[in-house]
Nanobody, 113 residues
Framework: QVQLVESGGGLVQAGDSLRLSCAAS????????MDWFRQPPGKEREFVAG??NYADSVKGRFTISRDNAQATVYLQMNDLKPEDTAVYYC????????????WGQGTQVTVSS
């Protein structure tokens, strides 16, 4: 069974940093693109970061990276702002596909002012 498990969320203050992790299993990790999304409370899920692009709201603050050997993708989040508060999800997509095959369960990030 293919699954993604996010971790690393928590409660932080504005200006702090967090590193989220997404561990994949049940797939050939290198064959998939791994992206990050987030869903603020009461709002729609939105794209955050992929291998080649970032949402404008996080450019310069967030960095995506991956470790193929560990089948894990990371999201380094610096200078967090209250508007970054959301449930963060990772999603896997075959590099030959235009849809996401699987989503993680999400990890909560709460940024206080």
């Amino acid at each position: 069974q293919v699954q993604l498990v996010e971790s690393g969320g928590g409660l932080v203050q504005a200006g702090d940093s967090l590193r989220l992790s997404c561990a994949a299993s049940g797939l050939t990790f290198s064959a998939y693109a791994m992206d990050w999304f987030r869903q603020p409370p009461g709002k729609e899920r939105e794209f955050v970061a992929g291998s080649t692009n970032y949402a404008d709201s996080v450019k310069g603050r967030f960095t995506i990276s991956r470790d193929n050997a560990q089948a894990t993708v990371y999201l380094q989040m610096n200078d967090l702002k209250p508007e970054d508060t959301a449930v963060y999800y990772c999603a896997a997509k075959r590099r030959t596909s235009n849809y996401y095959n699987v989503w993680g369960q999400g990890t909560q990030v709460t940024v206080s002012s």
